[in-house]
């Protein structure tokens, strides 16, 4: 029963995740102006999450309309990573 407790946390704090991976695309995606407080500080906190796969952006402009495969790889690694953490602590 504790397992399920921390399993339900964990995928919570992985949908929060999820949700502001999804900001930052958007952001990124319609050249959000990186001089906006709100926009600074959705950067800041999700480029810690992002920063092991920078490599993959390594050709997109720093500024402007760009698409982040870093995010978008985020984005469908973090929901695989919930359902494989559910499937192995769920049978135990």
Do not use: C
């Not at 407790?5 to 990186?34: D, K, N, S």
Request: no cysteine; charged share 10%.
């Amino acid at each position: 029963m504790k397992n399920r407790h921390i399993l339900t946390a964990i995928t919570i704090v992985l949908g929060m995740t999820e949700g502001v991976l999804i900001a930052r695309l958007v952001l990124r995606l319609f050249a959000a102006r990186p001089d906006n407080p709100v926009v600074q500080a959705l950067y800041a906190v999700t480029q810690p999450v992002i920063a092991p796969l920078q490599a993959l952006d390594a050709g997109q402009p720093q500024y402007g309309a760009s698409l982040e495969y870093a995010t978008l790889v985020l984005l469908f690694v973090l929901p695989l990573i919930t359902a494989l953490m559910w499937r192995w602590i769920g049978h135990r």
